[in-house]
């Protein structure tokens, strides 16, 4: 029987003990109502015949008597309940006589025994009475105390929103840990998540029992606890309610909730191409290192190459090459680790830039291994279709204590990547004197940006010699740099102009003086023949209003486009290939030459070298230096100088300083040559002495 049906029950049986107890308290009242007629009826009895004895008889006191008999006296009086109205007319018509007596003496007796009827009833009615009080109060007390513990429970149960109804599982625990109530969803739990015969409590934590102390102790009204049930993950939160003694736990399976959240944290924290940890992971790793007197080093490297495939080929292309290239680059990464070491964190810091977060400081030997592995990854090509793809890459790196920020560490690295200077493959680590230099090239970028107007740039002409004839053939337009009295390499100066954007000013100016020069020369038979060779940087190459300024130069200086040639490095038509051939149309459409300036110095490969309208191919100096090495080195330059005829391409040598030199590239049959053997870069007057004296020498 549940609680609510045996408090119904209960009022049920106290209603009837009341009605009941009302009845008899009824009936009581009657009976005491009697008994007290009776009585007055037989005292008034007594004085009647005391009355009806004196002498003389006393009519008043008989009259006043017989009135107070007759109204006092029960409708029916004895044991057989004679009717009174007999005995009323008896008192009412009274006659001294015997049988008055007698009858008298018999209304008397009968008036006794209803008397002692009556005082028995009373007894029983009273005992009756007493009796229902003492049952109706113990009744009410188990009601009472039947609708106390019913209101607490129905307390609780208010407290909890609509625990019934609930479709998540819903637990009621005392402040001792002991459960209380569950509802039907908690049992929906057990069946499904637990092994047959599983208990409740154990879709709770193991310990819920002192940790529910705690949560006591520390006077702490909420808690929100995660625990792990085969496979699902559910979220349990407490609510305390210290008035009541009660813990309700709400429980909830946050299994695919907390798949998503994973899944879209895996996607804030991740690139979404190669799958690494991006720049919020990297910076969130650093900042929140566990051990601050743990070292952390960065190594971040820069890849070059990645915009021309994405300009060729497309985007789907250039993320397959990036996911490679990032296999690749893990594998480096990670192959300067020993089985001790803890696991490193790489990552896509960008498009092109990858890096990887190493705990603790790479020894110096770590670092040359570490470059070693790192220039592995770019020897063998990329390949896609029928072509091979060549990518370069510089890398920097600096280690700090954890206490450094992610940001002071991030400049650090991005101070050493800075300092390489546009080499084609290096690898530097940071330390003080970068930022010195760093400092130093912030003073000449200052002193650069006013270059121009106030003409410190200079142009100066070196010489180049045709080999079959012996005579100038042109000169390499060179810019220099003339700072406080003190000469500026352009290695200096050049990786800072186009990291400003200043090289757009500074290449316009040349353009300009060159075609100045070009029309001076014109008018001067001895050197009327010869074509100056200008070098344009990538930057400058690349940049969407370069024919249109090209042009206008034109305009300004109309020199005679045949009389000049156009330099372009190697590495610059394998990055963007499509806009290199583009632009180079566009050229050659206005009149110019084309040369490939340092050839051999990247990733060489000769097929695309019938692709591209060029002129003439300029051998690096890297190679001529090593031609006295033997006929390993001369057979690289004799099949660079005969693919290049084939293809109908002029040669010519950069760096000849030996008459040795000289005679080798003769014997390979080079077209021409540049260097010192022949002539220094010189200014234009002297440049121009110079080609007479070499006319006058003829």
Request: aromatic share 8%; with cysteine.
């Given at each position: 029987?549940?609680?609510?049906?045996?408090?119904?029950?209960?009022?049920?049986?106290?209603?009837?003990?009341?009605?009941?107890?009302?009845?008899?308290?009824?009936?009581?009242?009657?009976?005491?109502?009697?008994?007290n007629g009776l009585i007055e009826s037989f005292d008034a009895l007594d004085s009647w015949q005391v009355a009806t004895q004196?002498?003389?008889?006393?009519?008043?006191?008989?009259?006043?008597?017989?009135?107070?008999?007759?109204?006092?006296?029960?409708?029916?009086?004895?044991?057989?309940?004679?009717?009174?109205?007999?005995?009323?007319?008896?008192?009412?018509?009274?006659?001294?006589?015997?049988?008055?007596?007698?009858?008298?003496?018999?209304?008397?007796?009968?008036?006794?025994?209803?008397?002692?009827?009556?005082?028995?009833?009373?007894?029983?009615?009273?005992?009756?009475?007493?009796?229902?009080?003492?049952?109706?109060?113990?009744?009410?007390?188990?009601?009472?105390?039947?609708?106390?513990?019913?209101?607490?429970?129905?307390?609780?149960?208010?407290?909890?929103?609509?625990?019934?109804?609930?479709?998540?599982?819903?637990?009621?625990?005392?402040?001792?840990?002991?459960?209380?109530?569950?509802?039907?969803?908690?049992?929906?739990?057990?069946?499904?998540?637990?092994?047959?015969?599983?208990?409740?409590?154990?879709?709770?934590?193991?310990?819920?029992?002192?940790?529910?102390?705690?949560?006591?102790?520390?006077?702490?009204?909420?808690?929100?606890?995660?625990?792990?049930?085969?496979?699902?993950?559910?979220?349990?939160?407490?609510?305390?309610?210290?008035?009541?003694?009660?813990?309700?736990?709400?429980?909830?399976?946050?299994?695919?909730?907390?798949?998503?959240?994973?899944?879209?944290?895996?996607?804030?924290?991740?690139?979404?191409?190669?799958?690494?940890?991006?720049?919020?992971?990297?910076?969130?790793?650093?900042?929140?290192?566990?051990?601050?007197?743990?070292?952390?080093?960065?190594?971040?490297?820069?890849?070059?190459?990645?915009?021309?495939?994405?300009?060729?080929?497309?985007?789907?292309?250039?993320?397959?090459?990036?996911?490679?290239?990032?296999?690749?680059?893990?594998?480096?990464?990670?192959?300067?680790?020993?089985?001790?070491?803890?696991?490193?964190?790489?990552?896509?810091?960008?498009?092109?830039?990858?890096?990887?977060?190493?705990?603790?400081?790479?020894?110096?030997?770590?670092?040359?291994?570490?470059?070693?592995?790192?220039?592995?990854?770019?020897?063998?090509?990329?390949?896609?279709?029928?072509?091979?793809?060549?990518?370069?890459?510089?890398?920097?790196?600096?280690?700090?204590?954890?206490?450094?920020?992610?940001?002071?560490?991030?400049?650090?690295?991005?101070?050493?990547?800075?300092?390489?200077?546009?080499?084609?493959?290096?690898?530097?680590?940071?330390?003080?004197?970068?930022?010195?230099?760093?400092?130093?090239?912030?003073?000449?970028?200052?002193?650069?940006?006013?270059?121009?107007?106030?003409?410190?740039?200079?142009?100066?002409?070196?010489?180049?010699?045709?080999?079959?004839?012996?005579?100038?053939?042109?000169?390499?337009?060179?810019?220099?740099?003339?700072?406080?009295?003190?000469?500026?390499?352009?290695?200096?100066?050049?990786?800072?102009?186009?990291?400003?954007?200043?090289?757009?000013?500074?290449?316009?100016?040349?353009?300009?003086?060159?075609?100045?020069?070009?029309?001076?020369?014109?008018?001067?038979?001895?050197?009327?023949?010869?074509?100056?060779?200008?070098?344009?940087?990538?930057?400058e190459f690349t940049r969407r209003n370069f024919i249109a300024d090209v042009k206008s130069a034109l305009n300004d200086y109309?020199?005679?486009?045949?009389?000049?040639?156009?330099?372009?490095?190697?590495?610059?038509?394998?990055?963007?290939?499509?806009?290199?051939?583009?632009?180079?149309?566009?050229?050659?459409?206005?009149?110019?030459?084309?040369?490939?300036?340092?050839?051999?110095?990247?990733?060489?490969?000769?097929?695309?070298?019938?692709?591209?309208?060029?002129?003439?191919?300029?051998?690096?100096?890297?190679?001529?230096?090593?031609?006295?090495?033997?006929?390993?080195?001369?057979?690289?330059?004799?099949?660079?100088?005969?693919?290049?005829?084939?293809?109908?391409?002029?040669?010519?040598?950069?760096?000849?300083?030996?008459?040795?030199?000289?005679?080798?590239?003769?014997?390979?049959?080079?077209?021409?040559?540049?260097?010192?053997?022949?002539?220094?870069?010189?200014?234009?007057?002297?440049?121009?002495?110079?080609?007479?004296?070499?006319?006058?020498?003829?």
């Amino acid at each position: 029987m549940t609680a609510r049906r045996g408090l119904f029950v209960l009022v049920a049986v106290s209603i009837a003990m009341v009605v009941f107890s009302v009845s008899v308290t009824i009936r009581l009242q009657r009976v005491v109502a009697i008994t007290n007629g009776l009585i007055e009826s037989f005292d008034a009895l007594d004085s009647w015949q005391v009355a009806t004895q004196q002498t003389p008889v006393d009519q008043q006191a008989i009259v006043r008597n017989a009135n107070i008999i007759v109204n006092s006296i029960p409708s029916v009086i004895g044991e057989a309940k004679r009717d009174s109205a007999s005995f009323i007319y008896f008192l009412r018509q009274y006659q001294a006589d015997e049988t008055a007596q007698a009858n008298a003496a018999e209304l008397k007796d009968m008036l006794v025994w209803d008397l002692f009827d009556c005082h028995r009833l009373q007894t029983q009615y009273t005992q009756l009475v007493s009796l229902s009080q003492v049952g109706l109060s113990i009744l009410i007390l188990c009601i009472g105390v039947l609708s106390y513990f019913m209101g607490r429970r129905a307390q609780d149960y208010r407290l909890a929103p609509f625990p019934e109804a609930n479709p998540n599982p819903v637990f009621g625990l005392n402040y001792r840990g002991d459960l209380i109530y569950t509802n039907d969803a908690v049992h929906r739990a057990v069946a499904e998540y637990l092994e047959p015969g599983g208990e409740p409590t154990q879709l709770l934590p193991e310990d819920y029992v002192t940790q529910l102390q705690e949560l006591v102790n520390r006077h702490q009204l909420h808690e929100v606890w995660v625990h792990n049930v085969h496979e699902h993950i559910f979220q349990l939160q407490l609510q305390l309610l210290p008035k009541h003694d009660r813990i309700h736990i709400y429980a909830e399976d946050i299994t695919e909730q907390e798949e998503i959240r994973a899944r879209n944290a895996f996607i804030a924290y991740h690139d979404p191409v190669c799958m690494l940890a991006n720049r919020q992971k990297l910076e969130q790793v650093i900042d929140q290192s566990d051990d601050p007197a743990q070292p952390l080093t960065l190594v971040m490297t820069v890849v070059s190459g990645m915009a021309g495939v994405l300009s060729t080929q497309g985007l789907a292309v250039a993320d397959r090459f990036a996911r490679e290239f990032s296999i690749r680059l893990r594998s480096a990464y990670v192959s300067v680790l020993t089985e001790h070491d803890r696991k490193p964190l790489v990552f896509r810091f960008d498009a092109n830039l990858f890096g990887c977060l190493y705990q603790g400081e790479l020894a110096t030997e770590v670092h040359r291994r570490l470059e070693k592995a790192l220039e592995q990854t770019v020897l063998a090509p990329f390949s896609f279709g029928k072509r091979d793809y060549y990518f370069h890459i510089q890398s920097g790196a600096a280690s700090a204590p954890a206490s450094v920020s992610a940001r002071q560490l991030i400049q650090r690295v991005n101070l050493a990547l800075h300092s390489i200077n546009g080499c084609e493959a290096a690898y530097r680590v940071y330390d003080h004197r970068i930022e010195a230099d760093v400092q130093q090239r912030q003073r000449i970028e200052q002193s650069l940006r006013r270059a121009v107007e106030l003409d410190e740039l200079q142009m100066l002409y070196q010489p180049q010699q045709d080999l079959r004839t012996g005579k100038l053939v042109g000169f390499e337009a060179l810019m220099r740099w003339h700072l406080k009295g003190e000469v500026i390499s352009p290695a200096d100066f050049i990786p800072i102009a186009e990291r400003t954007g200043l090289i757009h000013s500074m290449g316009n100016w040349a353009l300009r003086d060159v075609f100045k020069q070009a029309i001076d020369w014109d008018a001067l038979p001895a050197v009327d023949n010869t074509v100056i060779a200008v070098n344009v940087s990538a930057s400058e190459f690349t940049r969407r209003n370069f024919i249109a300024d090209v042009k206008s130069a034109l305009n300004d200086y109309p020199v005679n486009p045949q009389k000049i040639q156009i330099e372009l490095t190697e590495s610059l038509l394998i990055e963007d290939e499509s806009v290199a051939i583009e632009r180079m149309h566009e050229l050659k459409a206005l009149g110019f030459s084309l040369a490939i300036d340092d050839f051999g110095t990247g990733y060489s490969s000769f097929s695309y070298l019938s692709r591209f309208p060029i002129d003439k191919l300029k051998i690096d100096r890297s190679f001529i230096v090593n031609l006295k090495n033997g006929a390993r080195d001369l057979a690289v330059v004799a099949a660079m100088v005969d693919v290049a005829h084939q293809l109908d391409i002029e040669v010519i040598a950069e760096g000849v300083e030996q008459d040795s030199e000289r005679q080798a590239l003769i014997s390979l049959g080079c077209d021409q040559l540049q260097g010192y053997y022949y002539g220094r870069p010189m200014s234009a007057s002297q440049a121009t002495i110079f080609a007479t004296g070499q006319t006058e020498a003829l």
